[in-house]
């Protein structure tokens, strides 16, 4: 879900206004069930590093077409 303007769009999920990656991460308080999301991923740092990697396979998914 985060990564919809990547593709086929090619903007940075971390700052596209319309994400809620970073509402995610923050500690501001919000209408979304943050820990619960969390916890999907087990926890913050993993909730990064699998955006990282699936960004990074957008990235190289686009390259070949």
């Known amino acids: 879900m985060h990564l919809n303007p990547k593709h086929p769009l090619d903007i940075d999920y971390k700052k596209y206004y319309y994400s809620c990656y970073q509402t995610i991460l923050s500690l501001?308080?919000?209408?979304?069930?943050?820990?619960?999301?969390?916890?999907?991923f087990e926890d913050k740092?993993?909730?990064i590093c699998c955006h990282d990697f699936k960004n990074e396979v957008l990235s190289e998914k686009q390259k070949f077409e």
């Open 28 to 40: 501001k308080a919000t209408h979304l069930w943050r820990d619960e999301i969390i916890e999907l």
């Open 45 to 47: 740092n993993n909730f």
